[in-house]
């Protein structure tokens, strides 16, 4: 067995209840240690709060399982041995009985391959600054154009090329619709500096978009993009100016955005932390909403 959705996920699904998938590289590489196991564990409540099933997703022992039982995700939270697995990395992690946290990527499929509609997350991968030099291009963004989900999140990660990340999604044919904003969000910044194509102001808005697309029988995903709450944000200025420092040279691949991160936690004193901390608890609790509505039978 290599993948696996927990008996209550199941049950929950089989009886129409509304369920949200959790990605796991925000906890196994997104966020310090403690601090990443306090905020998941936010997450999850914050989920539950909302009336909805949480379904934790990551690799545990070589199986891709939805629906992480506590003792599971905060092992993944804790091990040294865990790695940060995209989708082309879960066969290889999973023949050699691995332990993973999942990214945007790898998530999106699980959560389709499961039956769950609606995942959480904080930032989404995307076109790395310096692209014509090197191509990097997230994974994240082919998973996207495949996966029918909703994905709720803050925008795209601040130290990726924004303007070139937009073009991508706009490409693949990824539906961007803005939670209570006109404006496309940076992770922990509200403004990437260009507007979004569509806006909702409620849940059931942005669940009857997605039951449209699915009635359209259209492949991407639908990102709704929420802002870190406004009493958190961190300045783009500041962020930029920190972003002027390279992440040592022989960082590459999977291991940038996290290197960068922990770049801007420092030069921001903590600032990057605290936005990264509430946007994740928003956007689960979000999801939760949207996740009741579908489940309730939005209609287009």
């Not at 067995?1 to 049950?11: I, K, N």
């Not at 009886?15 to 601090?35: D, F, K, Q, Y």
């Not at 090329?161 to 509200?190: I, K, S």
Request: charged share 25%; aromatic share 4%.
């Amino acid at each position: 067995m290599r993948f696996d959705v927990a008996r209550s996920t199941r049950e929950a699904l089989e009886a129409g209840a509304p369920v949200v998938a959790l990605e796991s590289a925000v906890l196994t590489h997104g966020l310090p240690r403690p601090l990443n196991r306090e905020v998941y564990a936010e997450m999850v409540r914050a989920v539950e709060a909302q009336g909805a099933v949480a379904a934790p997703v990551g690799v545990t022992a070589g199986v891709v399982r939805v629906g992480l039982a506590p003792g599971e995700w905060e092992a993944l939270g804790t091990r040294p041995d865990v790695v940060k697995a995209g989708l082309s990395d879960l066969a290889p992690v999973a023949a050699r009985g691995g332990w993973a946290g999942t990214t945007v990527a790898a998530t999106c499929w699980a959560a389709f391959r499961a039956g769950v509609r609606v995942f959480a997350t904080g930032g989404i991968g995307g076109v790395h600054r310096g692209w014509a030099r090197r191509l990097d291009v997230s994974g994240d963004l082919a998973a996207l154009a495949r996966y029918p989900v909703c994905v709720v999140c803050s925008g795209a990660k601040v130290v990726l090329d924004l303007d070139a990340t937009r073009e991508a999604l706009e490409t693949v044919g990824v539906t961007v619709v803005g939670y209570r904003t006109d404006r496309f969000p940076a992770f922990v910044c509200e403004d990437a500096g260009f507007p979004v194509p569509h806006r909702v102001e409620d849940p059931r808005a942005a669940a009857e978009v997605v039951a449209a697309r699915d009635a359209l029988g259209l492949s991407g995903a639908v990102l709704l993009v929420q802002p870190p709450p406004a009493d958190a944000a961190v300045d783009r200025e500041e962020l930029e100016a920190a972003l002027a420092e390279r992440v040592p040279g022989d960082t590459r691949g999977a291991e940038v955005t996290p290197a960068l991160l922990a770049r801007l936690a420092e030069a921001t004193r903590g600032k990057t932390l605290r936005a990264n901390r509430a946007l994740l608890v928003a956007n689960a609790r979000l999801a939760a909403g949207v996740a009741r509505c579908l489940e309730r039978g939005a209609e287009p």
